[in-house]
């Protein structure tokens, strides 16, 4: 049976809202890998340092796809370096080995498009690297319009905040778009990382103003995914969060242009469940996800969701297994029982 990879040209994972409402990948996406609730640093199993795991790498979904001819881009709002679009194209012991992962965006047939902040990711190494540099809006518009080989958008350390403004920087909707021409102008199928990276650095500092700025902002670049992909029958697009940040909670909505009334837990990460949305070709594929790790095998692994007991219970005539199996978006129960 051939896999989602082998027949769908375009793959958009669309990360950004660490506040349930979208979401990256840090913590299992690009590696699909996680031990007692833990994921690793980006692409390894581990290391001494006493995280799960050998310390041998993982291959990422970047990688498994650029093996099979695909090209692979990364989007955020952070900086490029940071561990969301790390864990999809680079392999290091620790998030903040940012060398690691430059060296890894910059070796031939790495990522491409780049675009988000540019922490740690000079100018003068990039175009070593045969990128084609921008810097601001006008820059990416330019660019995308004359085509170029390899483009980079670096666009200060990290994007401003949409409450603040942008300046002379692209939205998130913006850099999608130019994300998608690059892509829809290559003849080779396409994944792209797209995160709105800044709701968690918001929801961190309990910021409101600026956390509903974001998830605006982010909903215009799924708007922009969507509205690219409507007629195509080889595009899907999922949506998700790698987890909550703050604790958020909304006892009171006050009305058209009236800030709620809310409250926060922590200024951390919490176990707040996220939701998945899929839309496109194999979307039924998210019907199987109970786990972030689930998003990386729906989409490397051609058989997700695999069959699986659901309970076992041990009557007096032998034990009952019940399984619970999934085909397109039919749920099909079956049970069977042994003799005594």
Wanted: charged letters at 20%; proline letters at 6%; hydrophobic letters at 40%.
């Amino acid at each position: 049976m051939a896999g989602p990879a082998a027949r769908v040209r375009e793959f958009f994972l669309l990360g950004g809202g660490e506040h349930g409402v979208g979401g990256g990948g840090d913590h299992g996406f690009g590696r699909g890998q996680h031990r007692n609730g833990h994921g690793p640093p980006c692409g390894r199993r581990g290391d001494p340092s006493g995280i799960p795991g050998t310390g041998a790498d993982l291959r990422t979904l970047g990688e498994r796809y650029r093996a099979e001819g695909r090209t692979v881009g990364l989007v955020t709002t952070s900086y490029l370096s940071d561990a969301t679009p790390a864990a999809f194209a680079a392999h290091a012991a620790s998030r903040f080995d940012r060398a690691s992962i430059r060296t890894a965006y910059l070796a031939p047939g790495g990522p491409d498009p780049l675009l988000g902040g540019g922490l740690d990711l000079p100018r003068s190494m990039l175009e070593a690297a045969g990128f084609v540099v921008v810097e601001d809006a006008a820059g990416l518009a330019a660019a995308t319009t004359s085509g170029v080989a390899r483009l980079a958008g670096v666009f200060g350390l990290y994007l401003p905040y949409e409450f603040d403004g942008l300046g002379p920087y692209p939205s998130l909707a913006g850099t999608t778009c130019a994300a998608l021409d690059v892509a829809g102008r290559n003849a080779r199928a396409s994944f792209l990382l797209i995160e709105g990276g800044r709701i968690d650095r918001a929801c961190h500092a309990n910021d409101l103003a600026r956390c509903i700025g974001e998830v605006v902002g982010f909903e215009r670049a799924v708007a922009a995914a969507v509205e690219w992909a409507v007629g195509r029958d080889d595009a899907l697009i999922i949506v998700a969060a790698d987890h909550e940040t703050g604790g958020l909670e909304v006892p009171e909505d006050r009305g058209l242009w009236r800030w709620p009334v809310v409250r926060w837990s922590t200024t951390g990460h919490t176990a707040v469940p996220i939701t998945v949305w899929a839309w496109g070709r194999w979307a039924d594929r998210a019907l199987g996800v109970e786990h972030l790790t689930d998003v990386h095998d729906g989409l490397a692994d051609p058989a997700f969701p695999r069959p699986r007991i659901t309970s076992m219970v041990r009557a007096k005539d032998g034990l009952a297994l019940t399984w619970l199996a999934i085909s397109g978006r039919v749920y099909q129960v079956q049970c069977s029982a042994s003799a005594a």
